[in-house]
């Protein structure tokens, strides 16, 4: 069911809570349970028999872990721990990989060898990357004994939460579980006021800020799938307007996800923090889907730098440290490591070459981010300066890099991509209205040597396009975000206020009229626009 | 090995990492303590520590050590 559906607003959401609020006058046991079967209910809506896929999944996951938690309590079984961790981590991963990417290995296989194997197509249960991902983190979890114990209640609620069930954030037990055993199960209005307030705030990210811009976006990527040349200023509006389109998409839903969370009294933790602020693309990851960049650095990327090192350390070499670093030692403790993660990051999004290169050029991004910090602790020792100088450049430059790699992510096709990507250079020309052609034609004179000038296209549209896009950078990029305005409240796990603007200080929400009606006000233009088949575009994964 | 034997040992490794001799970990010390004990030296230092005691740390634990004094309680167990 999707959280911008008229079923899931009034009729889901109202009936879960109420249920909640009333079992909870009976029995803890009862509401928590309400939760779980409403849960499955969400699920469900769209395949009933999604249910049928993933429940054995979670059945089998559930004893993996209750017998990891009986291994691990034993030093002396600890191997057969171990082994037991493994066996699950490759359950899952062959889980996911059936569903997600046998389609993709076939045509892979195809493509190299020329074959023409043909595969039925398997419909992908919904949410089985991110279901997949949180098992397996609970396994290492649990093996590790960062959890001792759990009942199946409690795991239940752990994998089945419906704020977070199908697009993260990714959660931890540790971090879910003491909350569920802390709430009260009782109507709660301050809950219920800032969880309600973040949940309309992300349903007009999503319906109105994400899916209005996408208007314009959409055709652009629809034509350059189809084989059209597009030009210079359309290929921007399609790369920084997805990039913004993908932003307010993803934020809002996950600002839904938080907000649903804290009706029933739970915090989820922070996913967003204005990425698009950023002034590096180490900053950007550590702003983007944090909670994904939280797994991928414990799990994979952590794991692999300290075993390297161990390598590196006992044949004497020596590692990274203190901004100092080796060519041999950069490249396998810094470059290896990042370029593998972020490959996998690539693959987790979607089974498609499209997906592997935006992950692997992300990972090109970060390894010269990261031999970029070496260089300047050298060269730049003004450490003031080089702030002031470099954070607009950088800032800058991080735009563009996620802008220019969007295009990939959005991108059906590698023909429609590197069509983008050249227009985006310029060498598909540039294509002007005529009431604009007309009124620069000294500019165009001077131009036409150096790129092709073409009239055409609705003036209109290219105005429309642009205000649409300008408004969301000025939203994106120097407003307060949702969290930021809930700030009073801990609207998330995780969230630590930062200085704010004077702007940013004139719009922190509280519960008062004012407000009420501040967001009735975007609420309006939200439901009108209900209805429509808008899935959010992370629901994919 | 005495907590404080461990804590002299482990002030020596990080000196000699930061370059910096002057250094003095405490129980409570935290990484946000010392200067440039950032990502990368902390993995240098748990492999050092390593090397210099014979054990071996497990991924899980070197994710969730907060404190030096966390360390220490796990050097301890695993000399033990």
């Known amino acids: ?541 | 090995m005495s907590e404080q034997a461990l804590l002299s040992l482990f002030s020596r490794i990080l000196g000699e990492l930061l370059g910096d001799p002057s250094i003095q970990l405490r129980k409570e010390t935290t990484r946000a303590d010392v200067p440039d004990w950032d990502s990368f030296n902390y993995v240098n230092f748990i492999v050092a520590v390593e090397m210099e005691l014979g054990i071996r740390f497990s991924v899980a634990d070197v994710e969730s050590f907060e404190t030096v004094g966390d360390i220490v309680t796990e050097a301890r167990a695993l000399l033990a």
Request: net charge positive.
């Open chain 1, 1 to 541: 069911m999707l959280f911008n559906s008229y079923e899931f607003i009034f009729a889901f959401l109202p009936i879960a809570l109420a249920g909640f609020f009333l079992l909870g006058r009976v029995s803890r046991g009862l509401a928590l349970g309400w939760i779980i079967a409403a849960s499955i209910f969400f699920y469900a809506w769209w395949r009933p028999v999604n249910v049928l896929i993933i429940g054995p999944s979670i059945l089998i996951n559930y004893a993996i872990a209750r017998s990891l938690v009986v291994l691990s309590v034993d030093k002396t079984r600890a191997q057969w721990a171990r082994a037991l961790l493994i066996v699950g981590i490759v359950f899952n991963v062959c889980f996911l990989g059936y569903f997600k990417y046998l389609n993709f290995l076939t045509t892979a296989v195809n493509d190299l060898t020329g074959t023409t194997f043909v595969l039925e197509r398997i419909v992908l249960p919904l949410g089985i990357s991110f279901i997949t991902f949180q098992k397996i983190a609970f396994l290492i979890d649990v093996q590790a004994r960062r959890v001792q114990s759990f009942s199946f209640r409690d795991y239940c609620l752990f994998v089945l939460f419906f704020p977070q069930l199908i697009a993260g954030p990714i959660v931890h037990f540790r971090e879910m579980m003491p909350q569920f055993h802390q709430v009260t199960c009782r109507f709660n209005k301050d809950n219920l006021a800032v969880g309600l307030t973040l949940f309309l705030f992300g349903l007009f990210k999503k319906v109105v800020l994400a899916d209005g811009v996408a208007e314009h976006v959409t055709p652009i990527f629809d034509q350059s799938s189809a084989g059209v040349a597009i030009p210079l200023i359309q290929s921007w509006i399609a790369a920084v307007g997805f990039t913004l389109q993908i932003y307010f998409d993803f934020s809002g839903y996950t600002d839904m996800a938080l907000g649903l969370g804290r009706c029933f009294g739970v915090r989820l933790p922070l996913n967003f923090d204005s990425p698009l602020k950023a002034s590096s693309i180490i900053d950007f990851w550590l702003r983007w889907h944090m909670t994904l960049t939280r797994f991928l650095t414990a799990y994979i990327y952590n794991p692999l730098v300290l075993a390297l090192t161990r390598r590196r350390f006992a044949k004497g070499l020596p590692g990274v440290a203190g901004g100092k670093a080796s060519l041999g030692a950069f490249l396998q403790l810094i470059a290896g490591p990042t370029l593998l993660t972020m490959f996998i990051s690539g693959m987790w999004h979607g089974a498609g070459y499209l997906f592997v290169a935006w992950g692997v050029l992300h990972g090109i991004y970060l390894t010269i981010n990261h031999a970029w910090r070496i260089l300047v602790a050298r060269l730049w020792t003004d450490k003031d300066r080089y702030e002031r100088v470099m954070e607009p450049v950088g800032f800058v430059l991080t735009f563009l890099c996620v802008a220019v790699a969007m295009v990939l992510f959005r991108s059906r096709t590698a023909a429609g991509a590197s069509e983008l990507l050249q227009g985006m250079v310029g060498m598909n020309g540039v294509s002007l209205p005529s009431q604009i052609y007309d009124r620069i034609d000294s500019l165009t004179t001077l131009l036409e040597p150096l790129i092709d000038i073409a009239v055409g296209g609705s003036a209109t549209e290219l105005a429309t396009a642009v205000i649409w896009i300008g408004a969301l950078l000025v939203i994106a990029v120097a407003a307060p975000n949702s969290l930021q305005i809930m700030s009073r409240f801990e609207p998330a796990l995780g969230f630590k206020v930062r200085p704010l603007s004077k702007l940013g200080r004139a719009v922190i929400w509280r519960p008062a009229l004012q407000w009420a009606l501040a967001t009735a006000a975007i609420v309006v233009p939200a439901v009108m626009r209900l209805g429509g088949k808008a899935e959010f575009l992370y629901w994919q994964f």
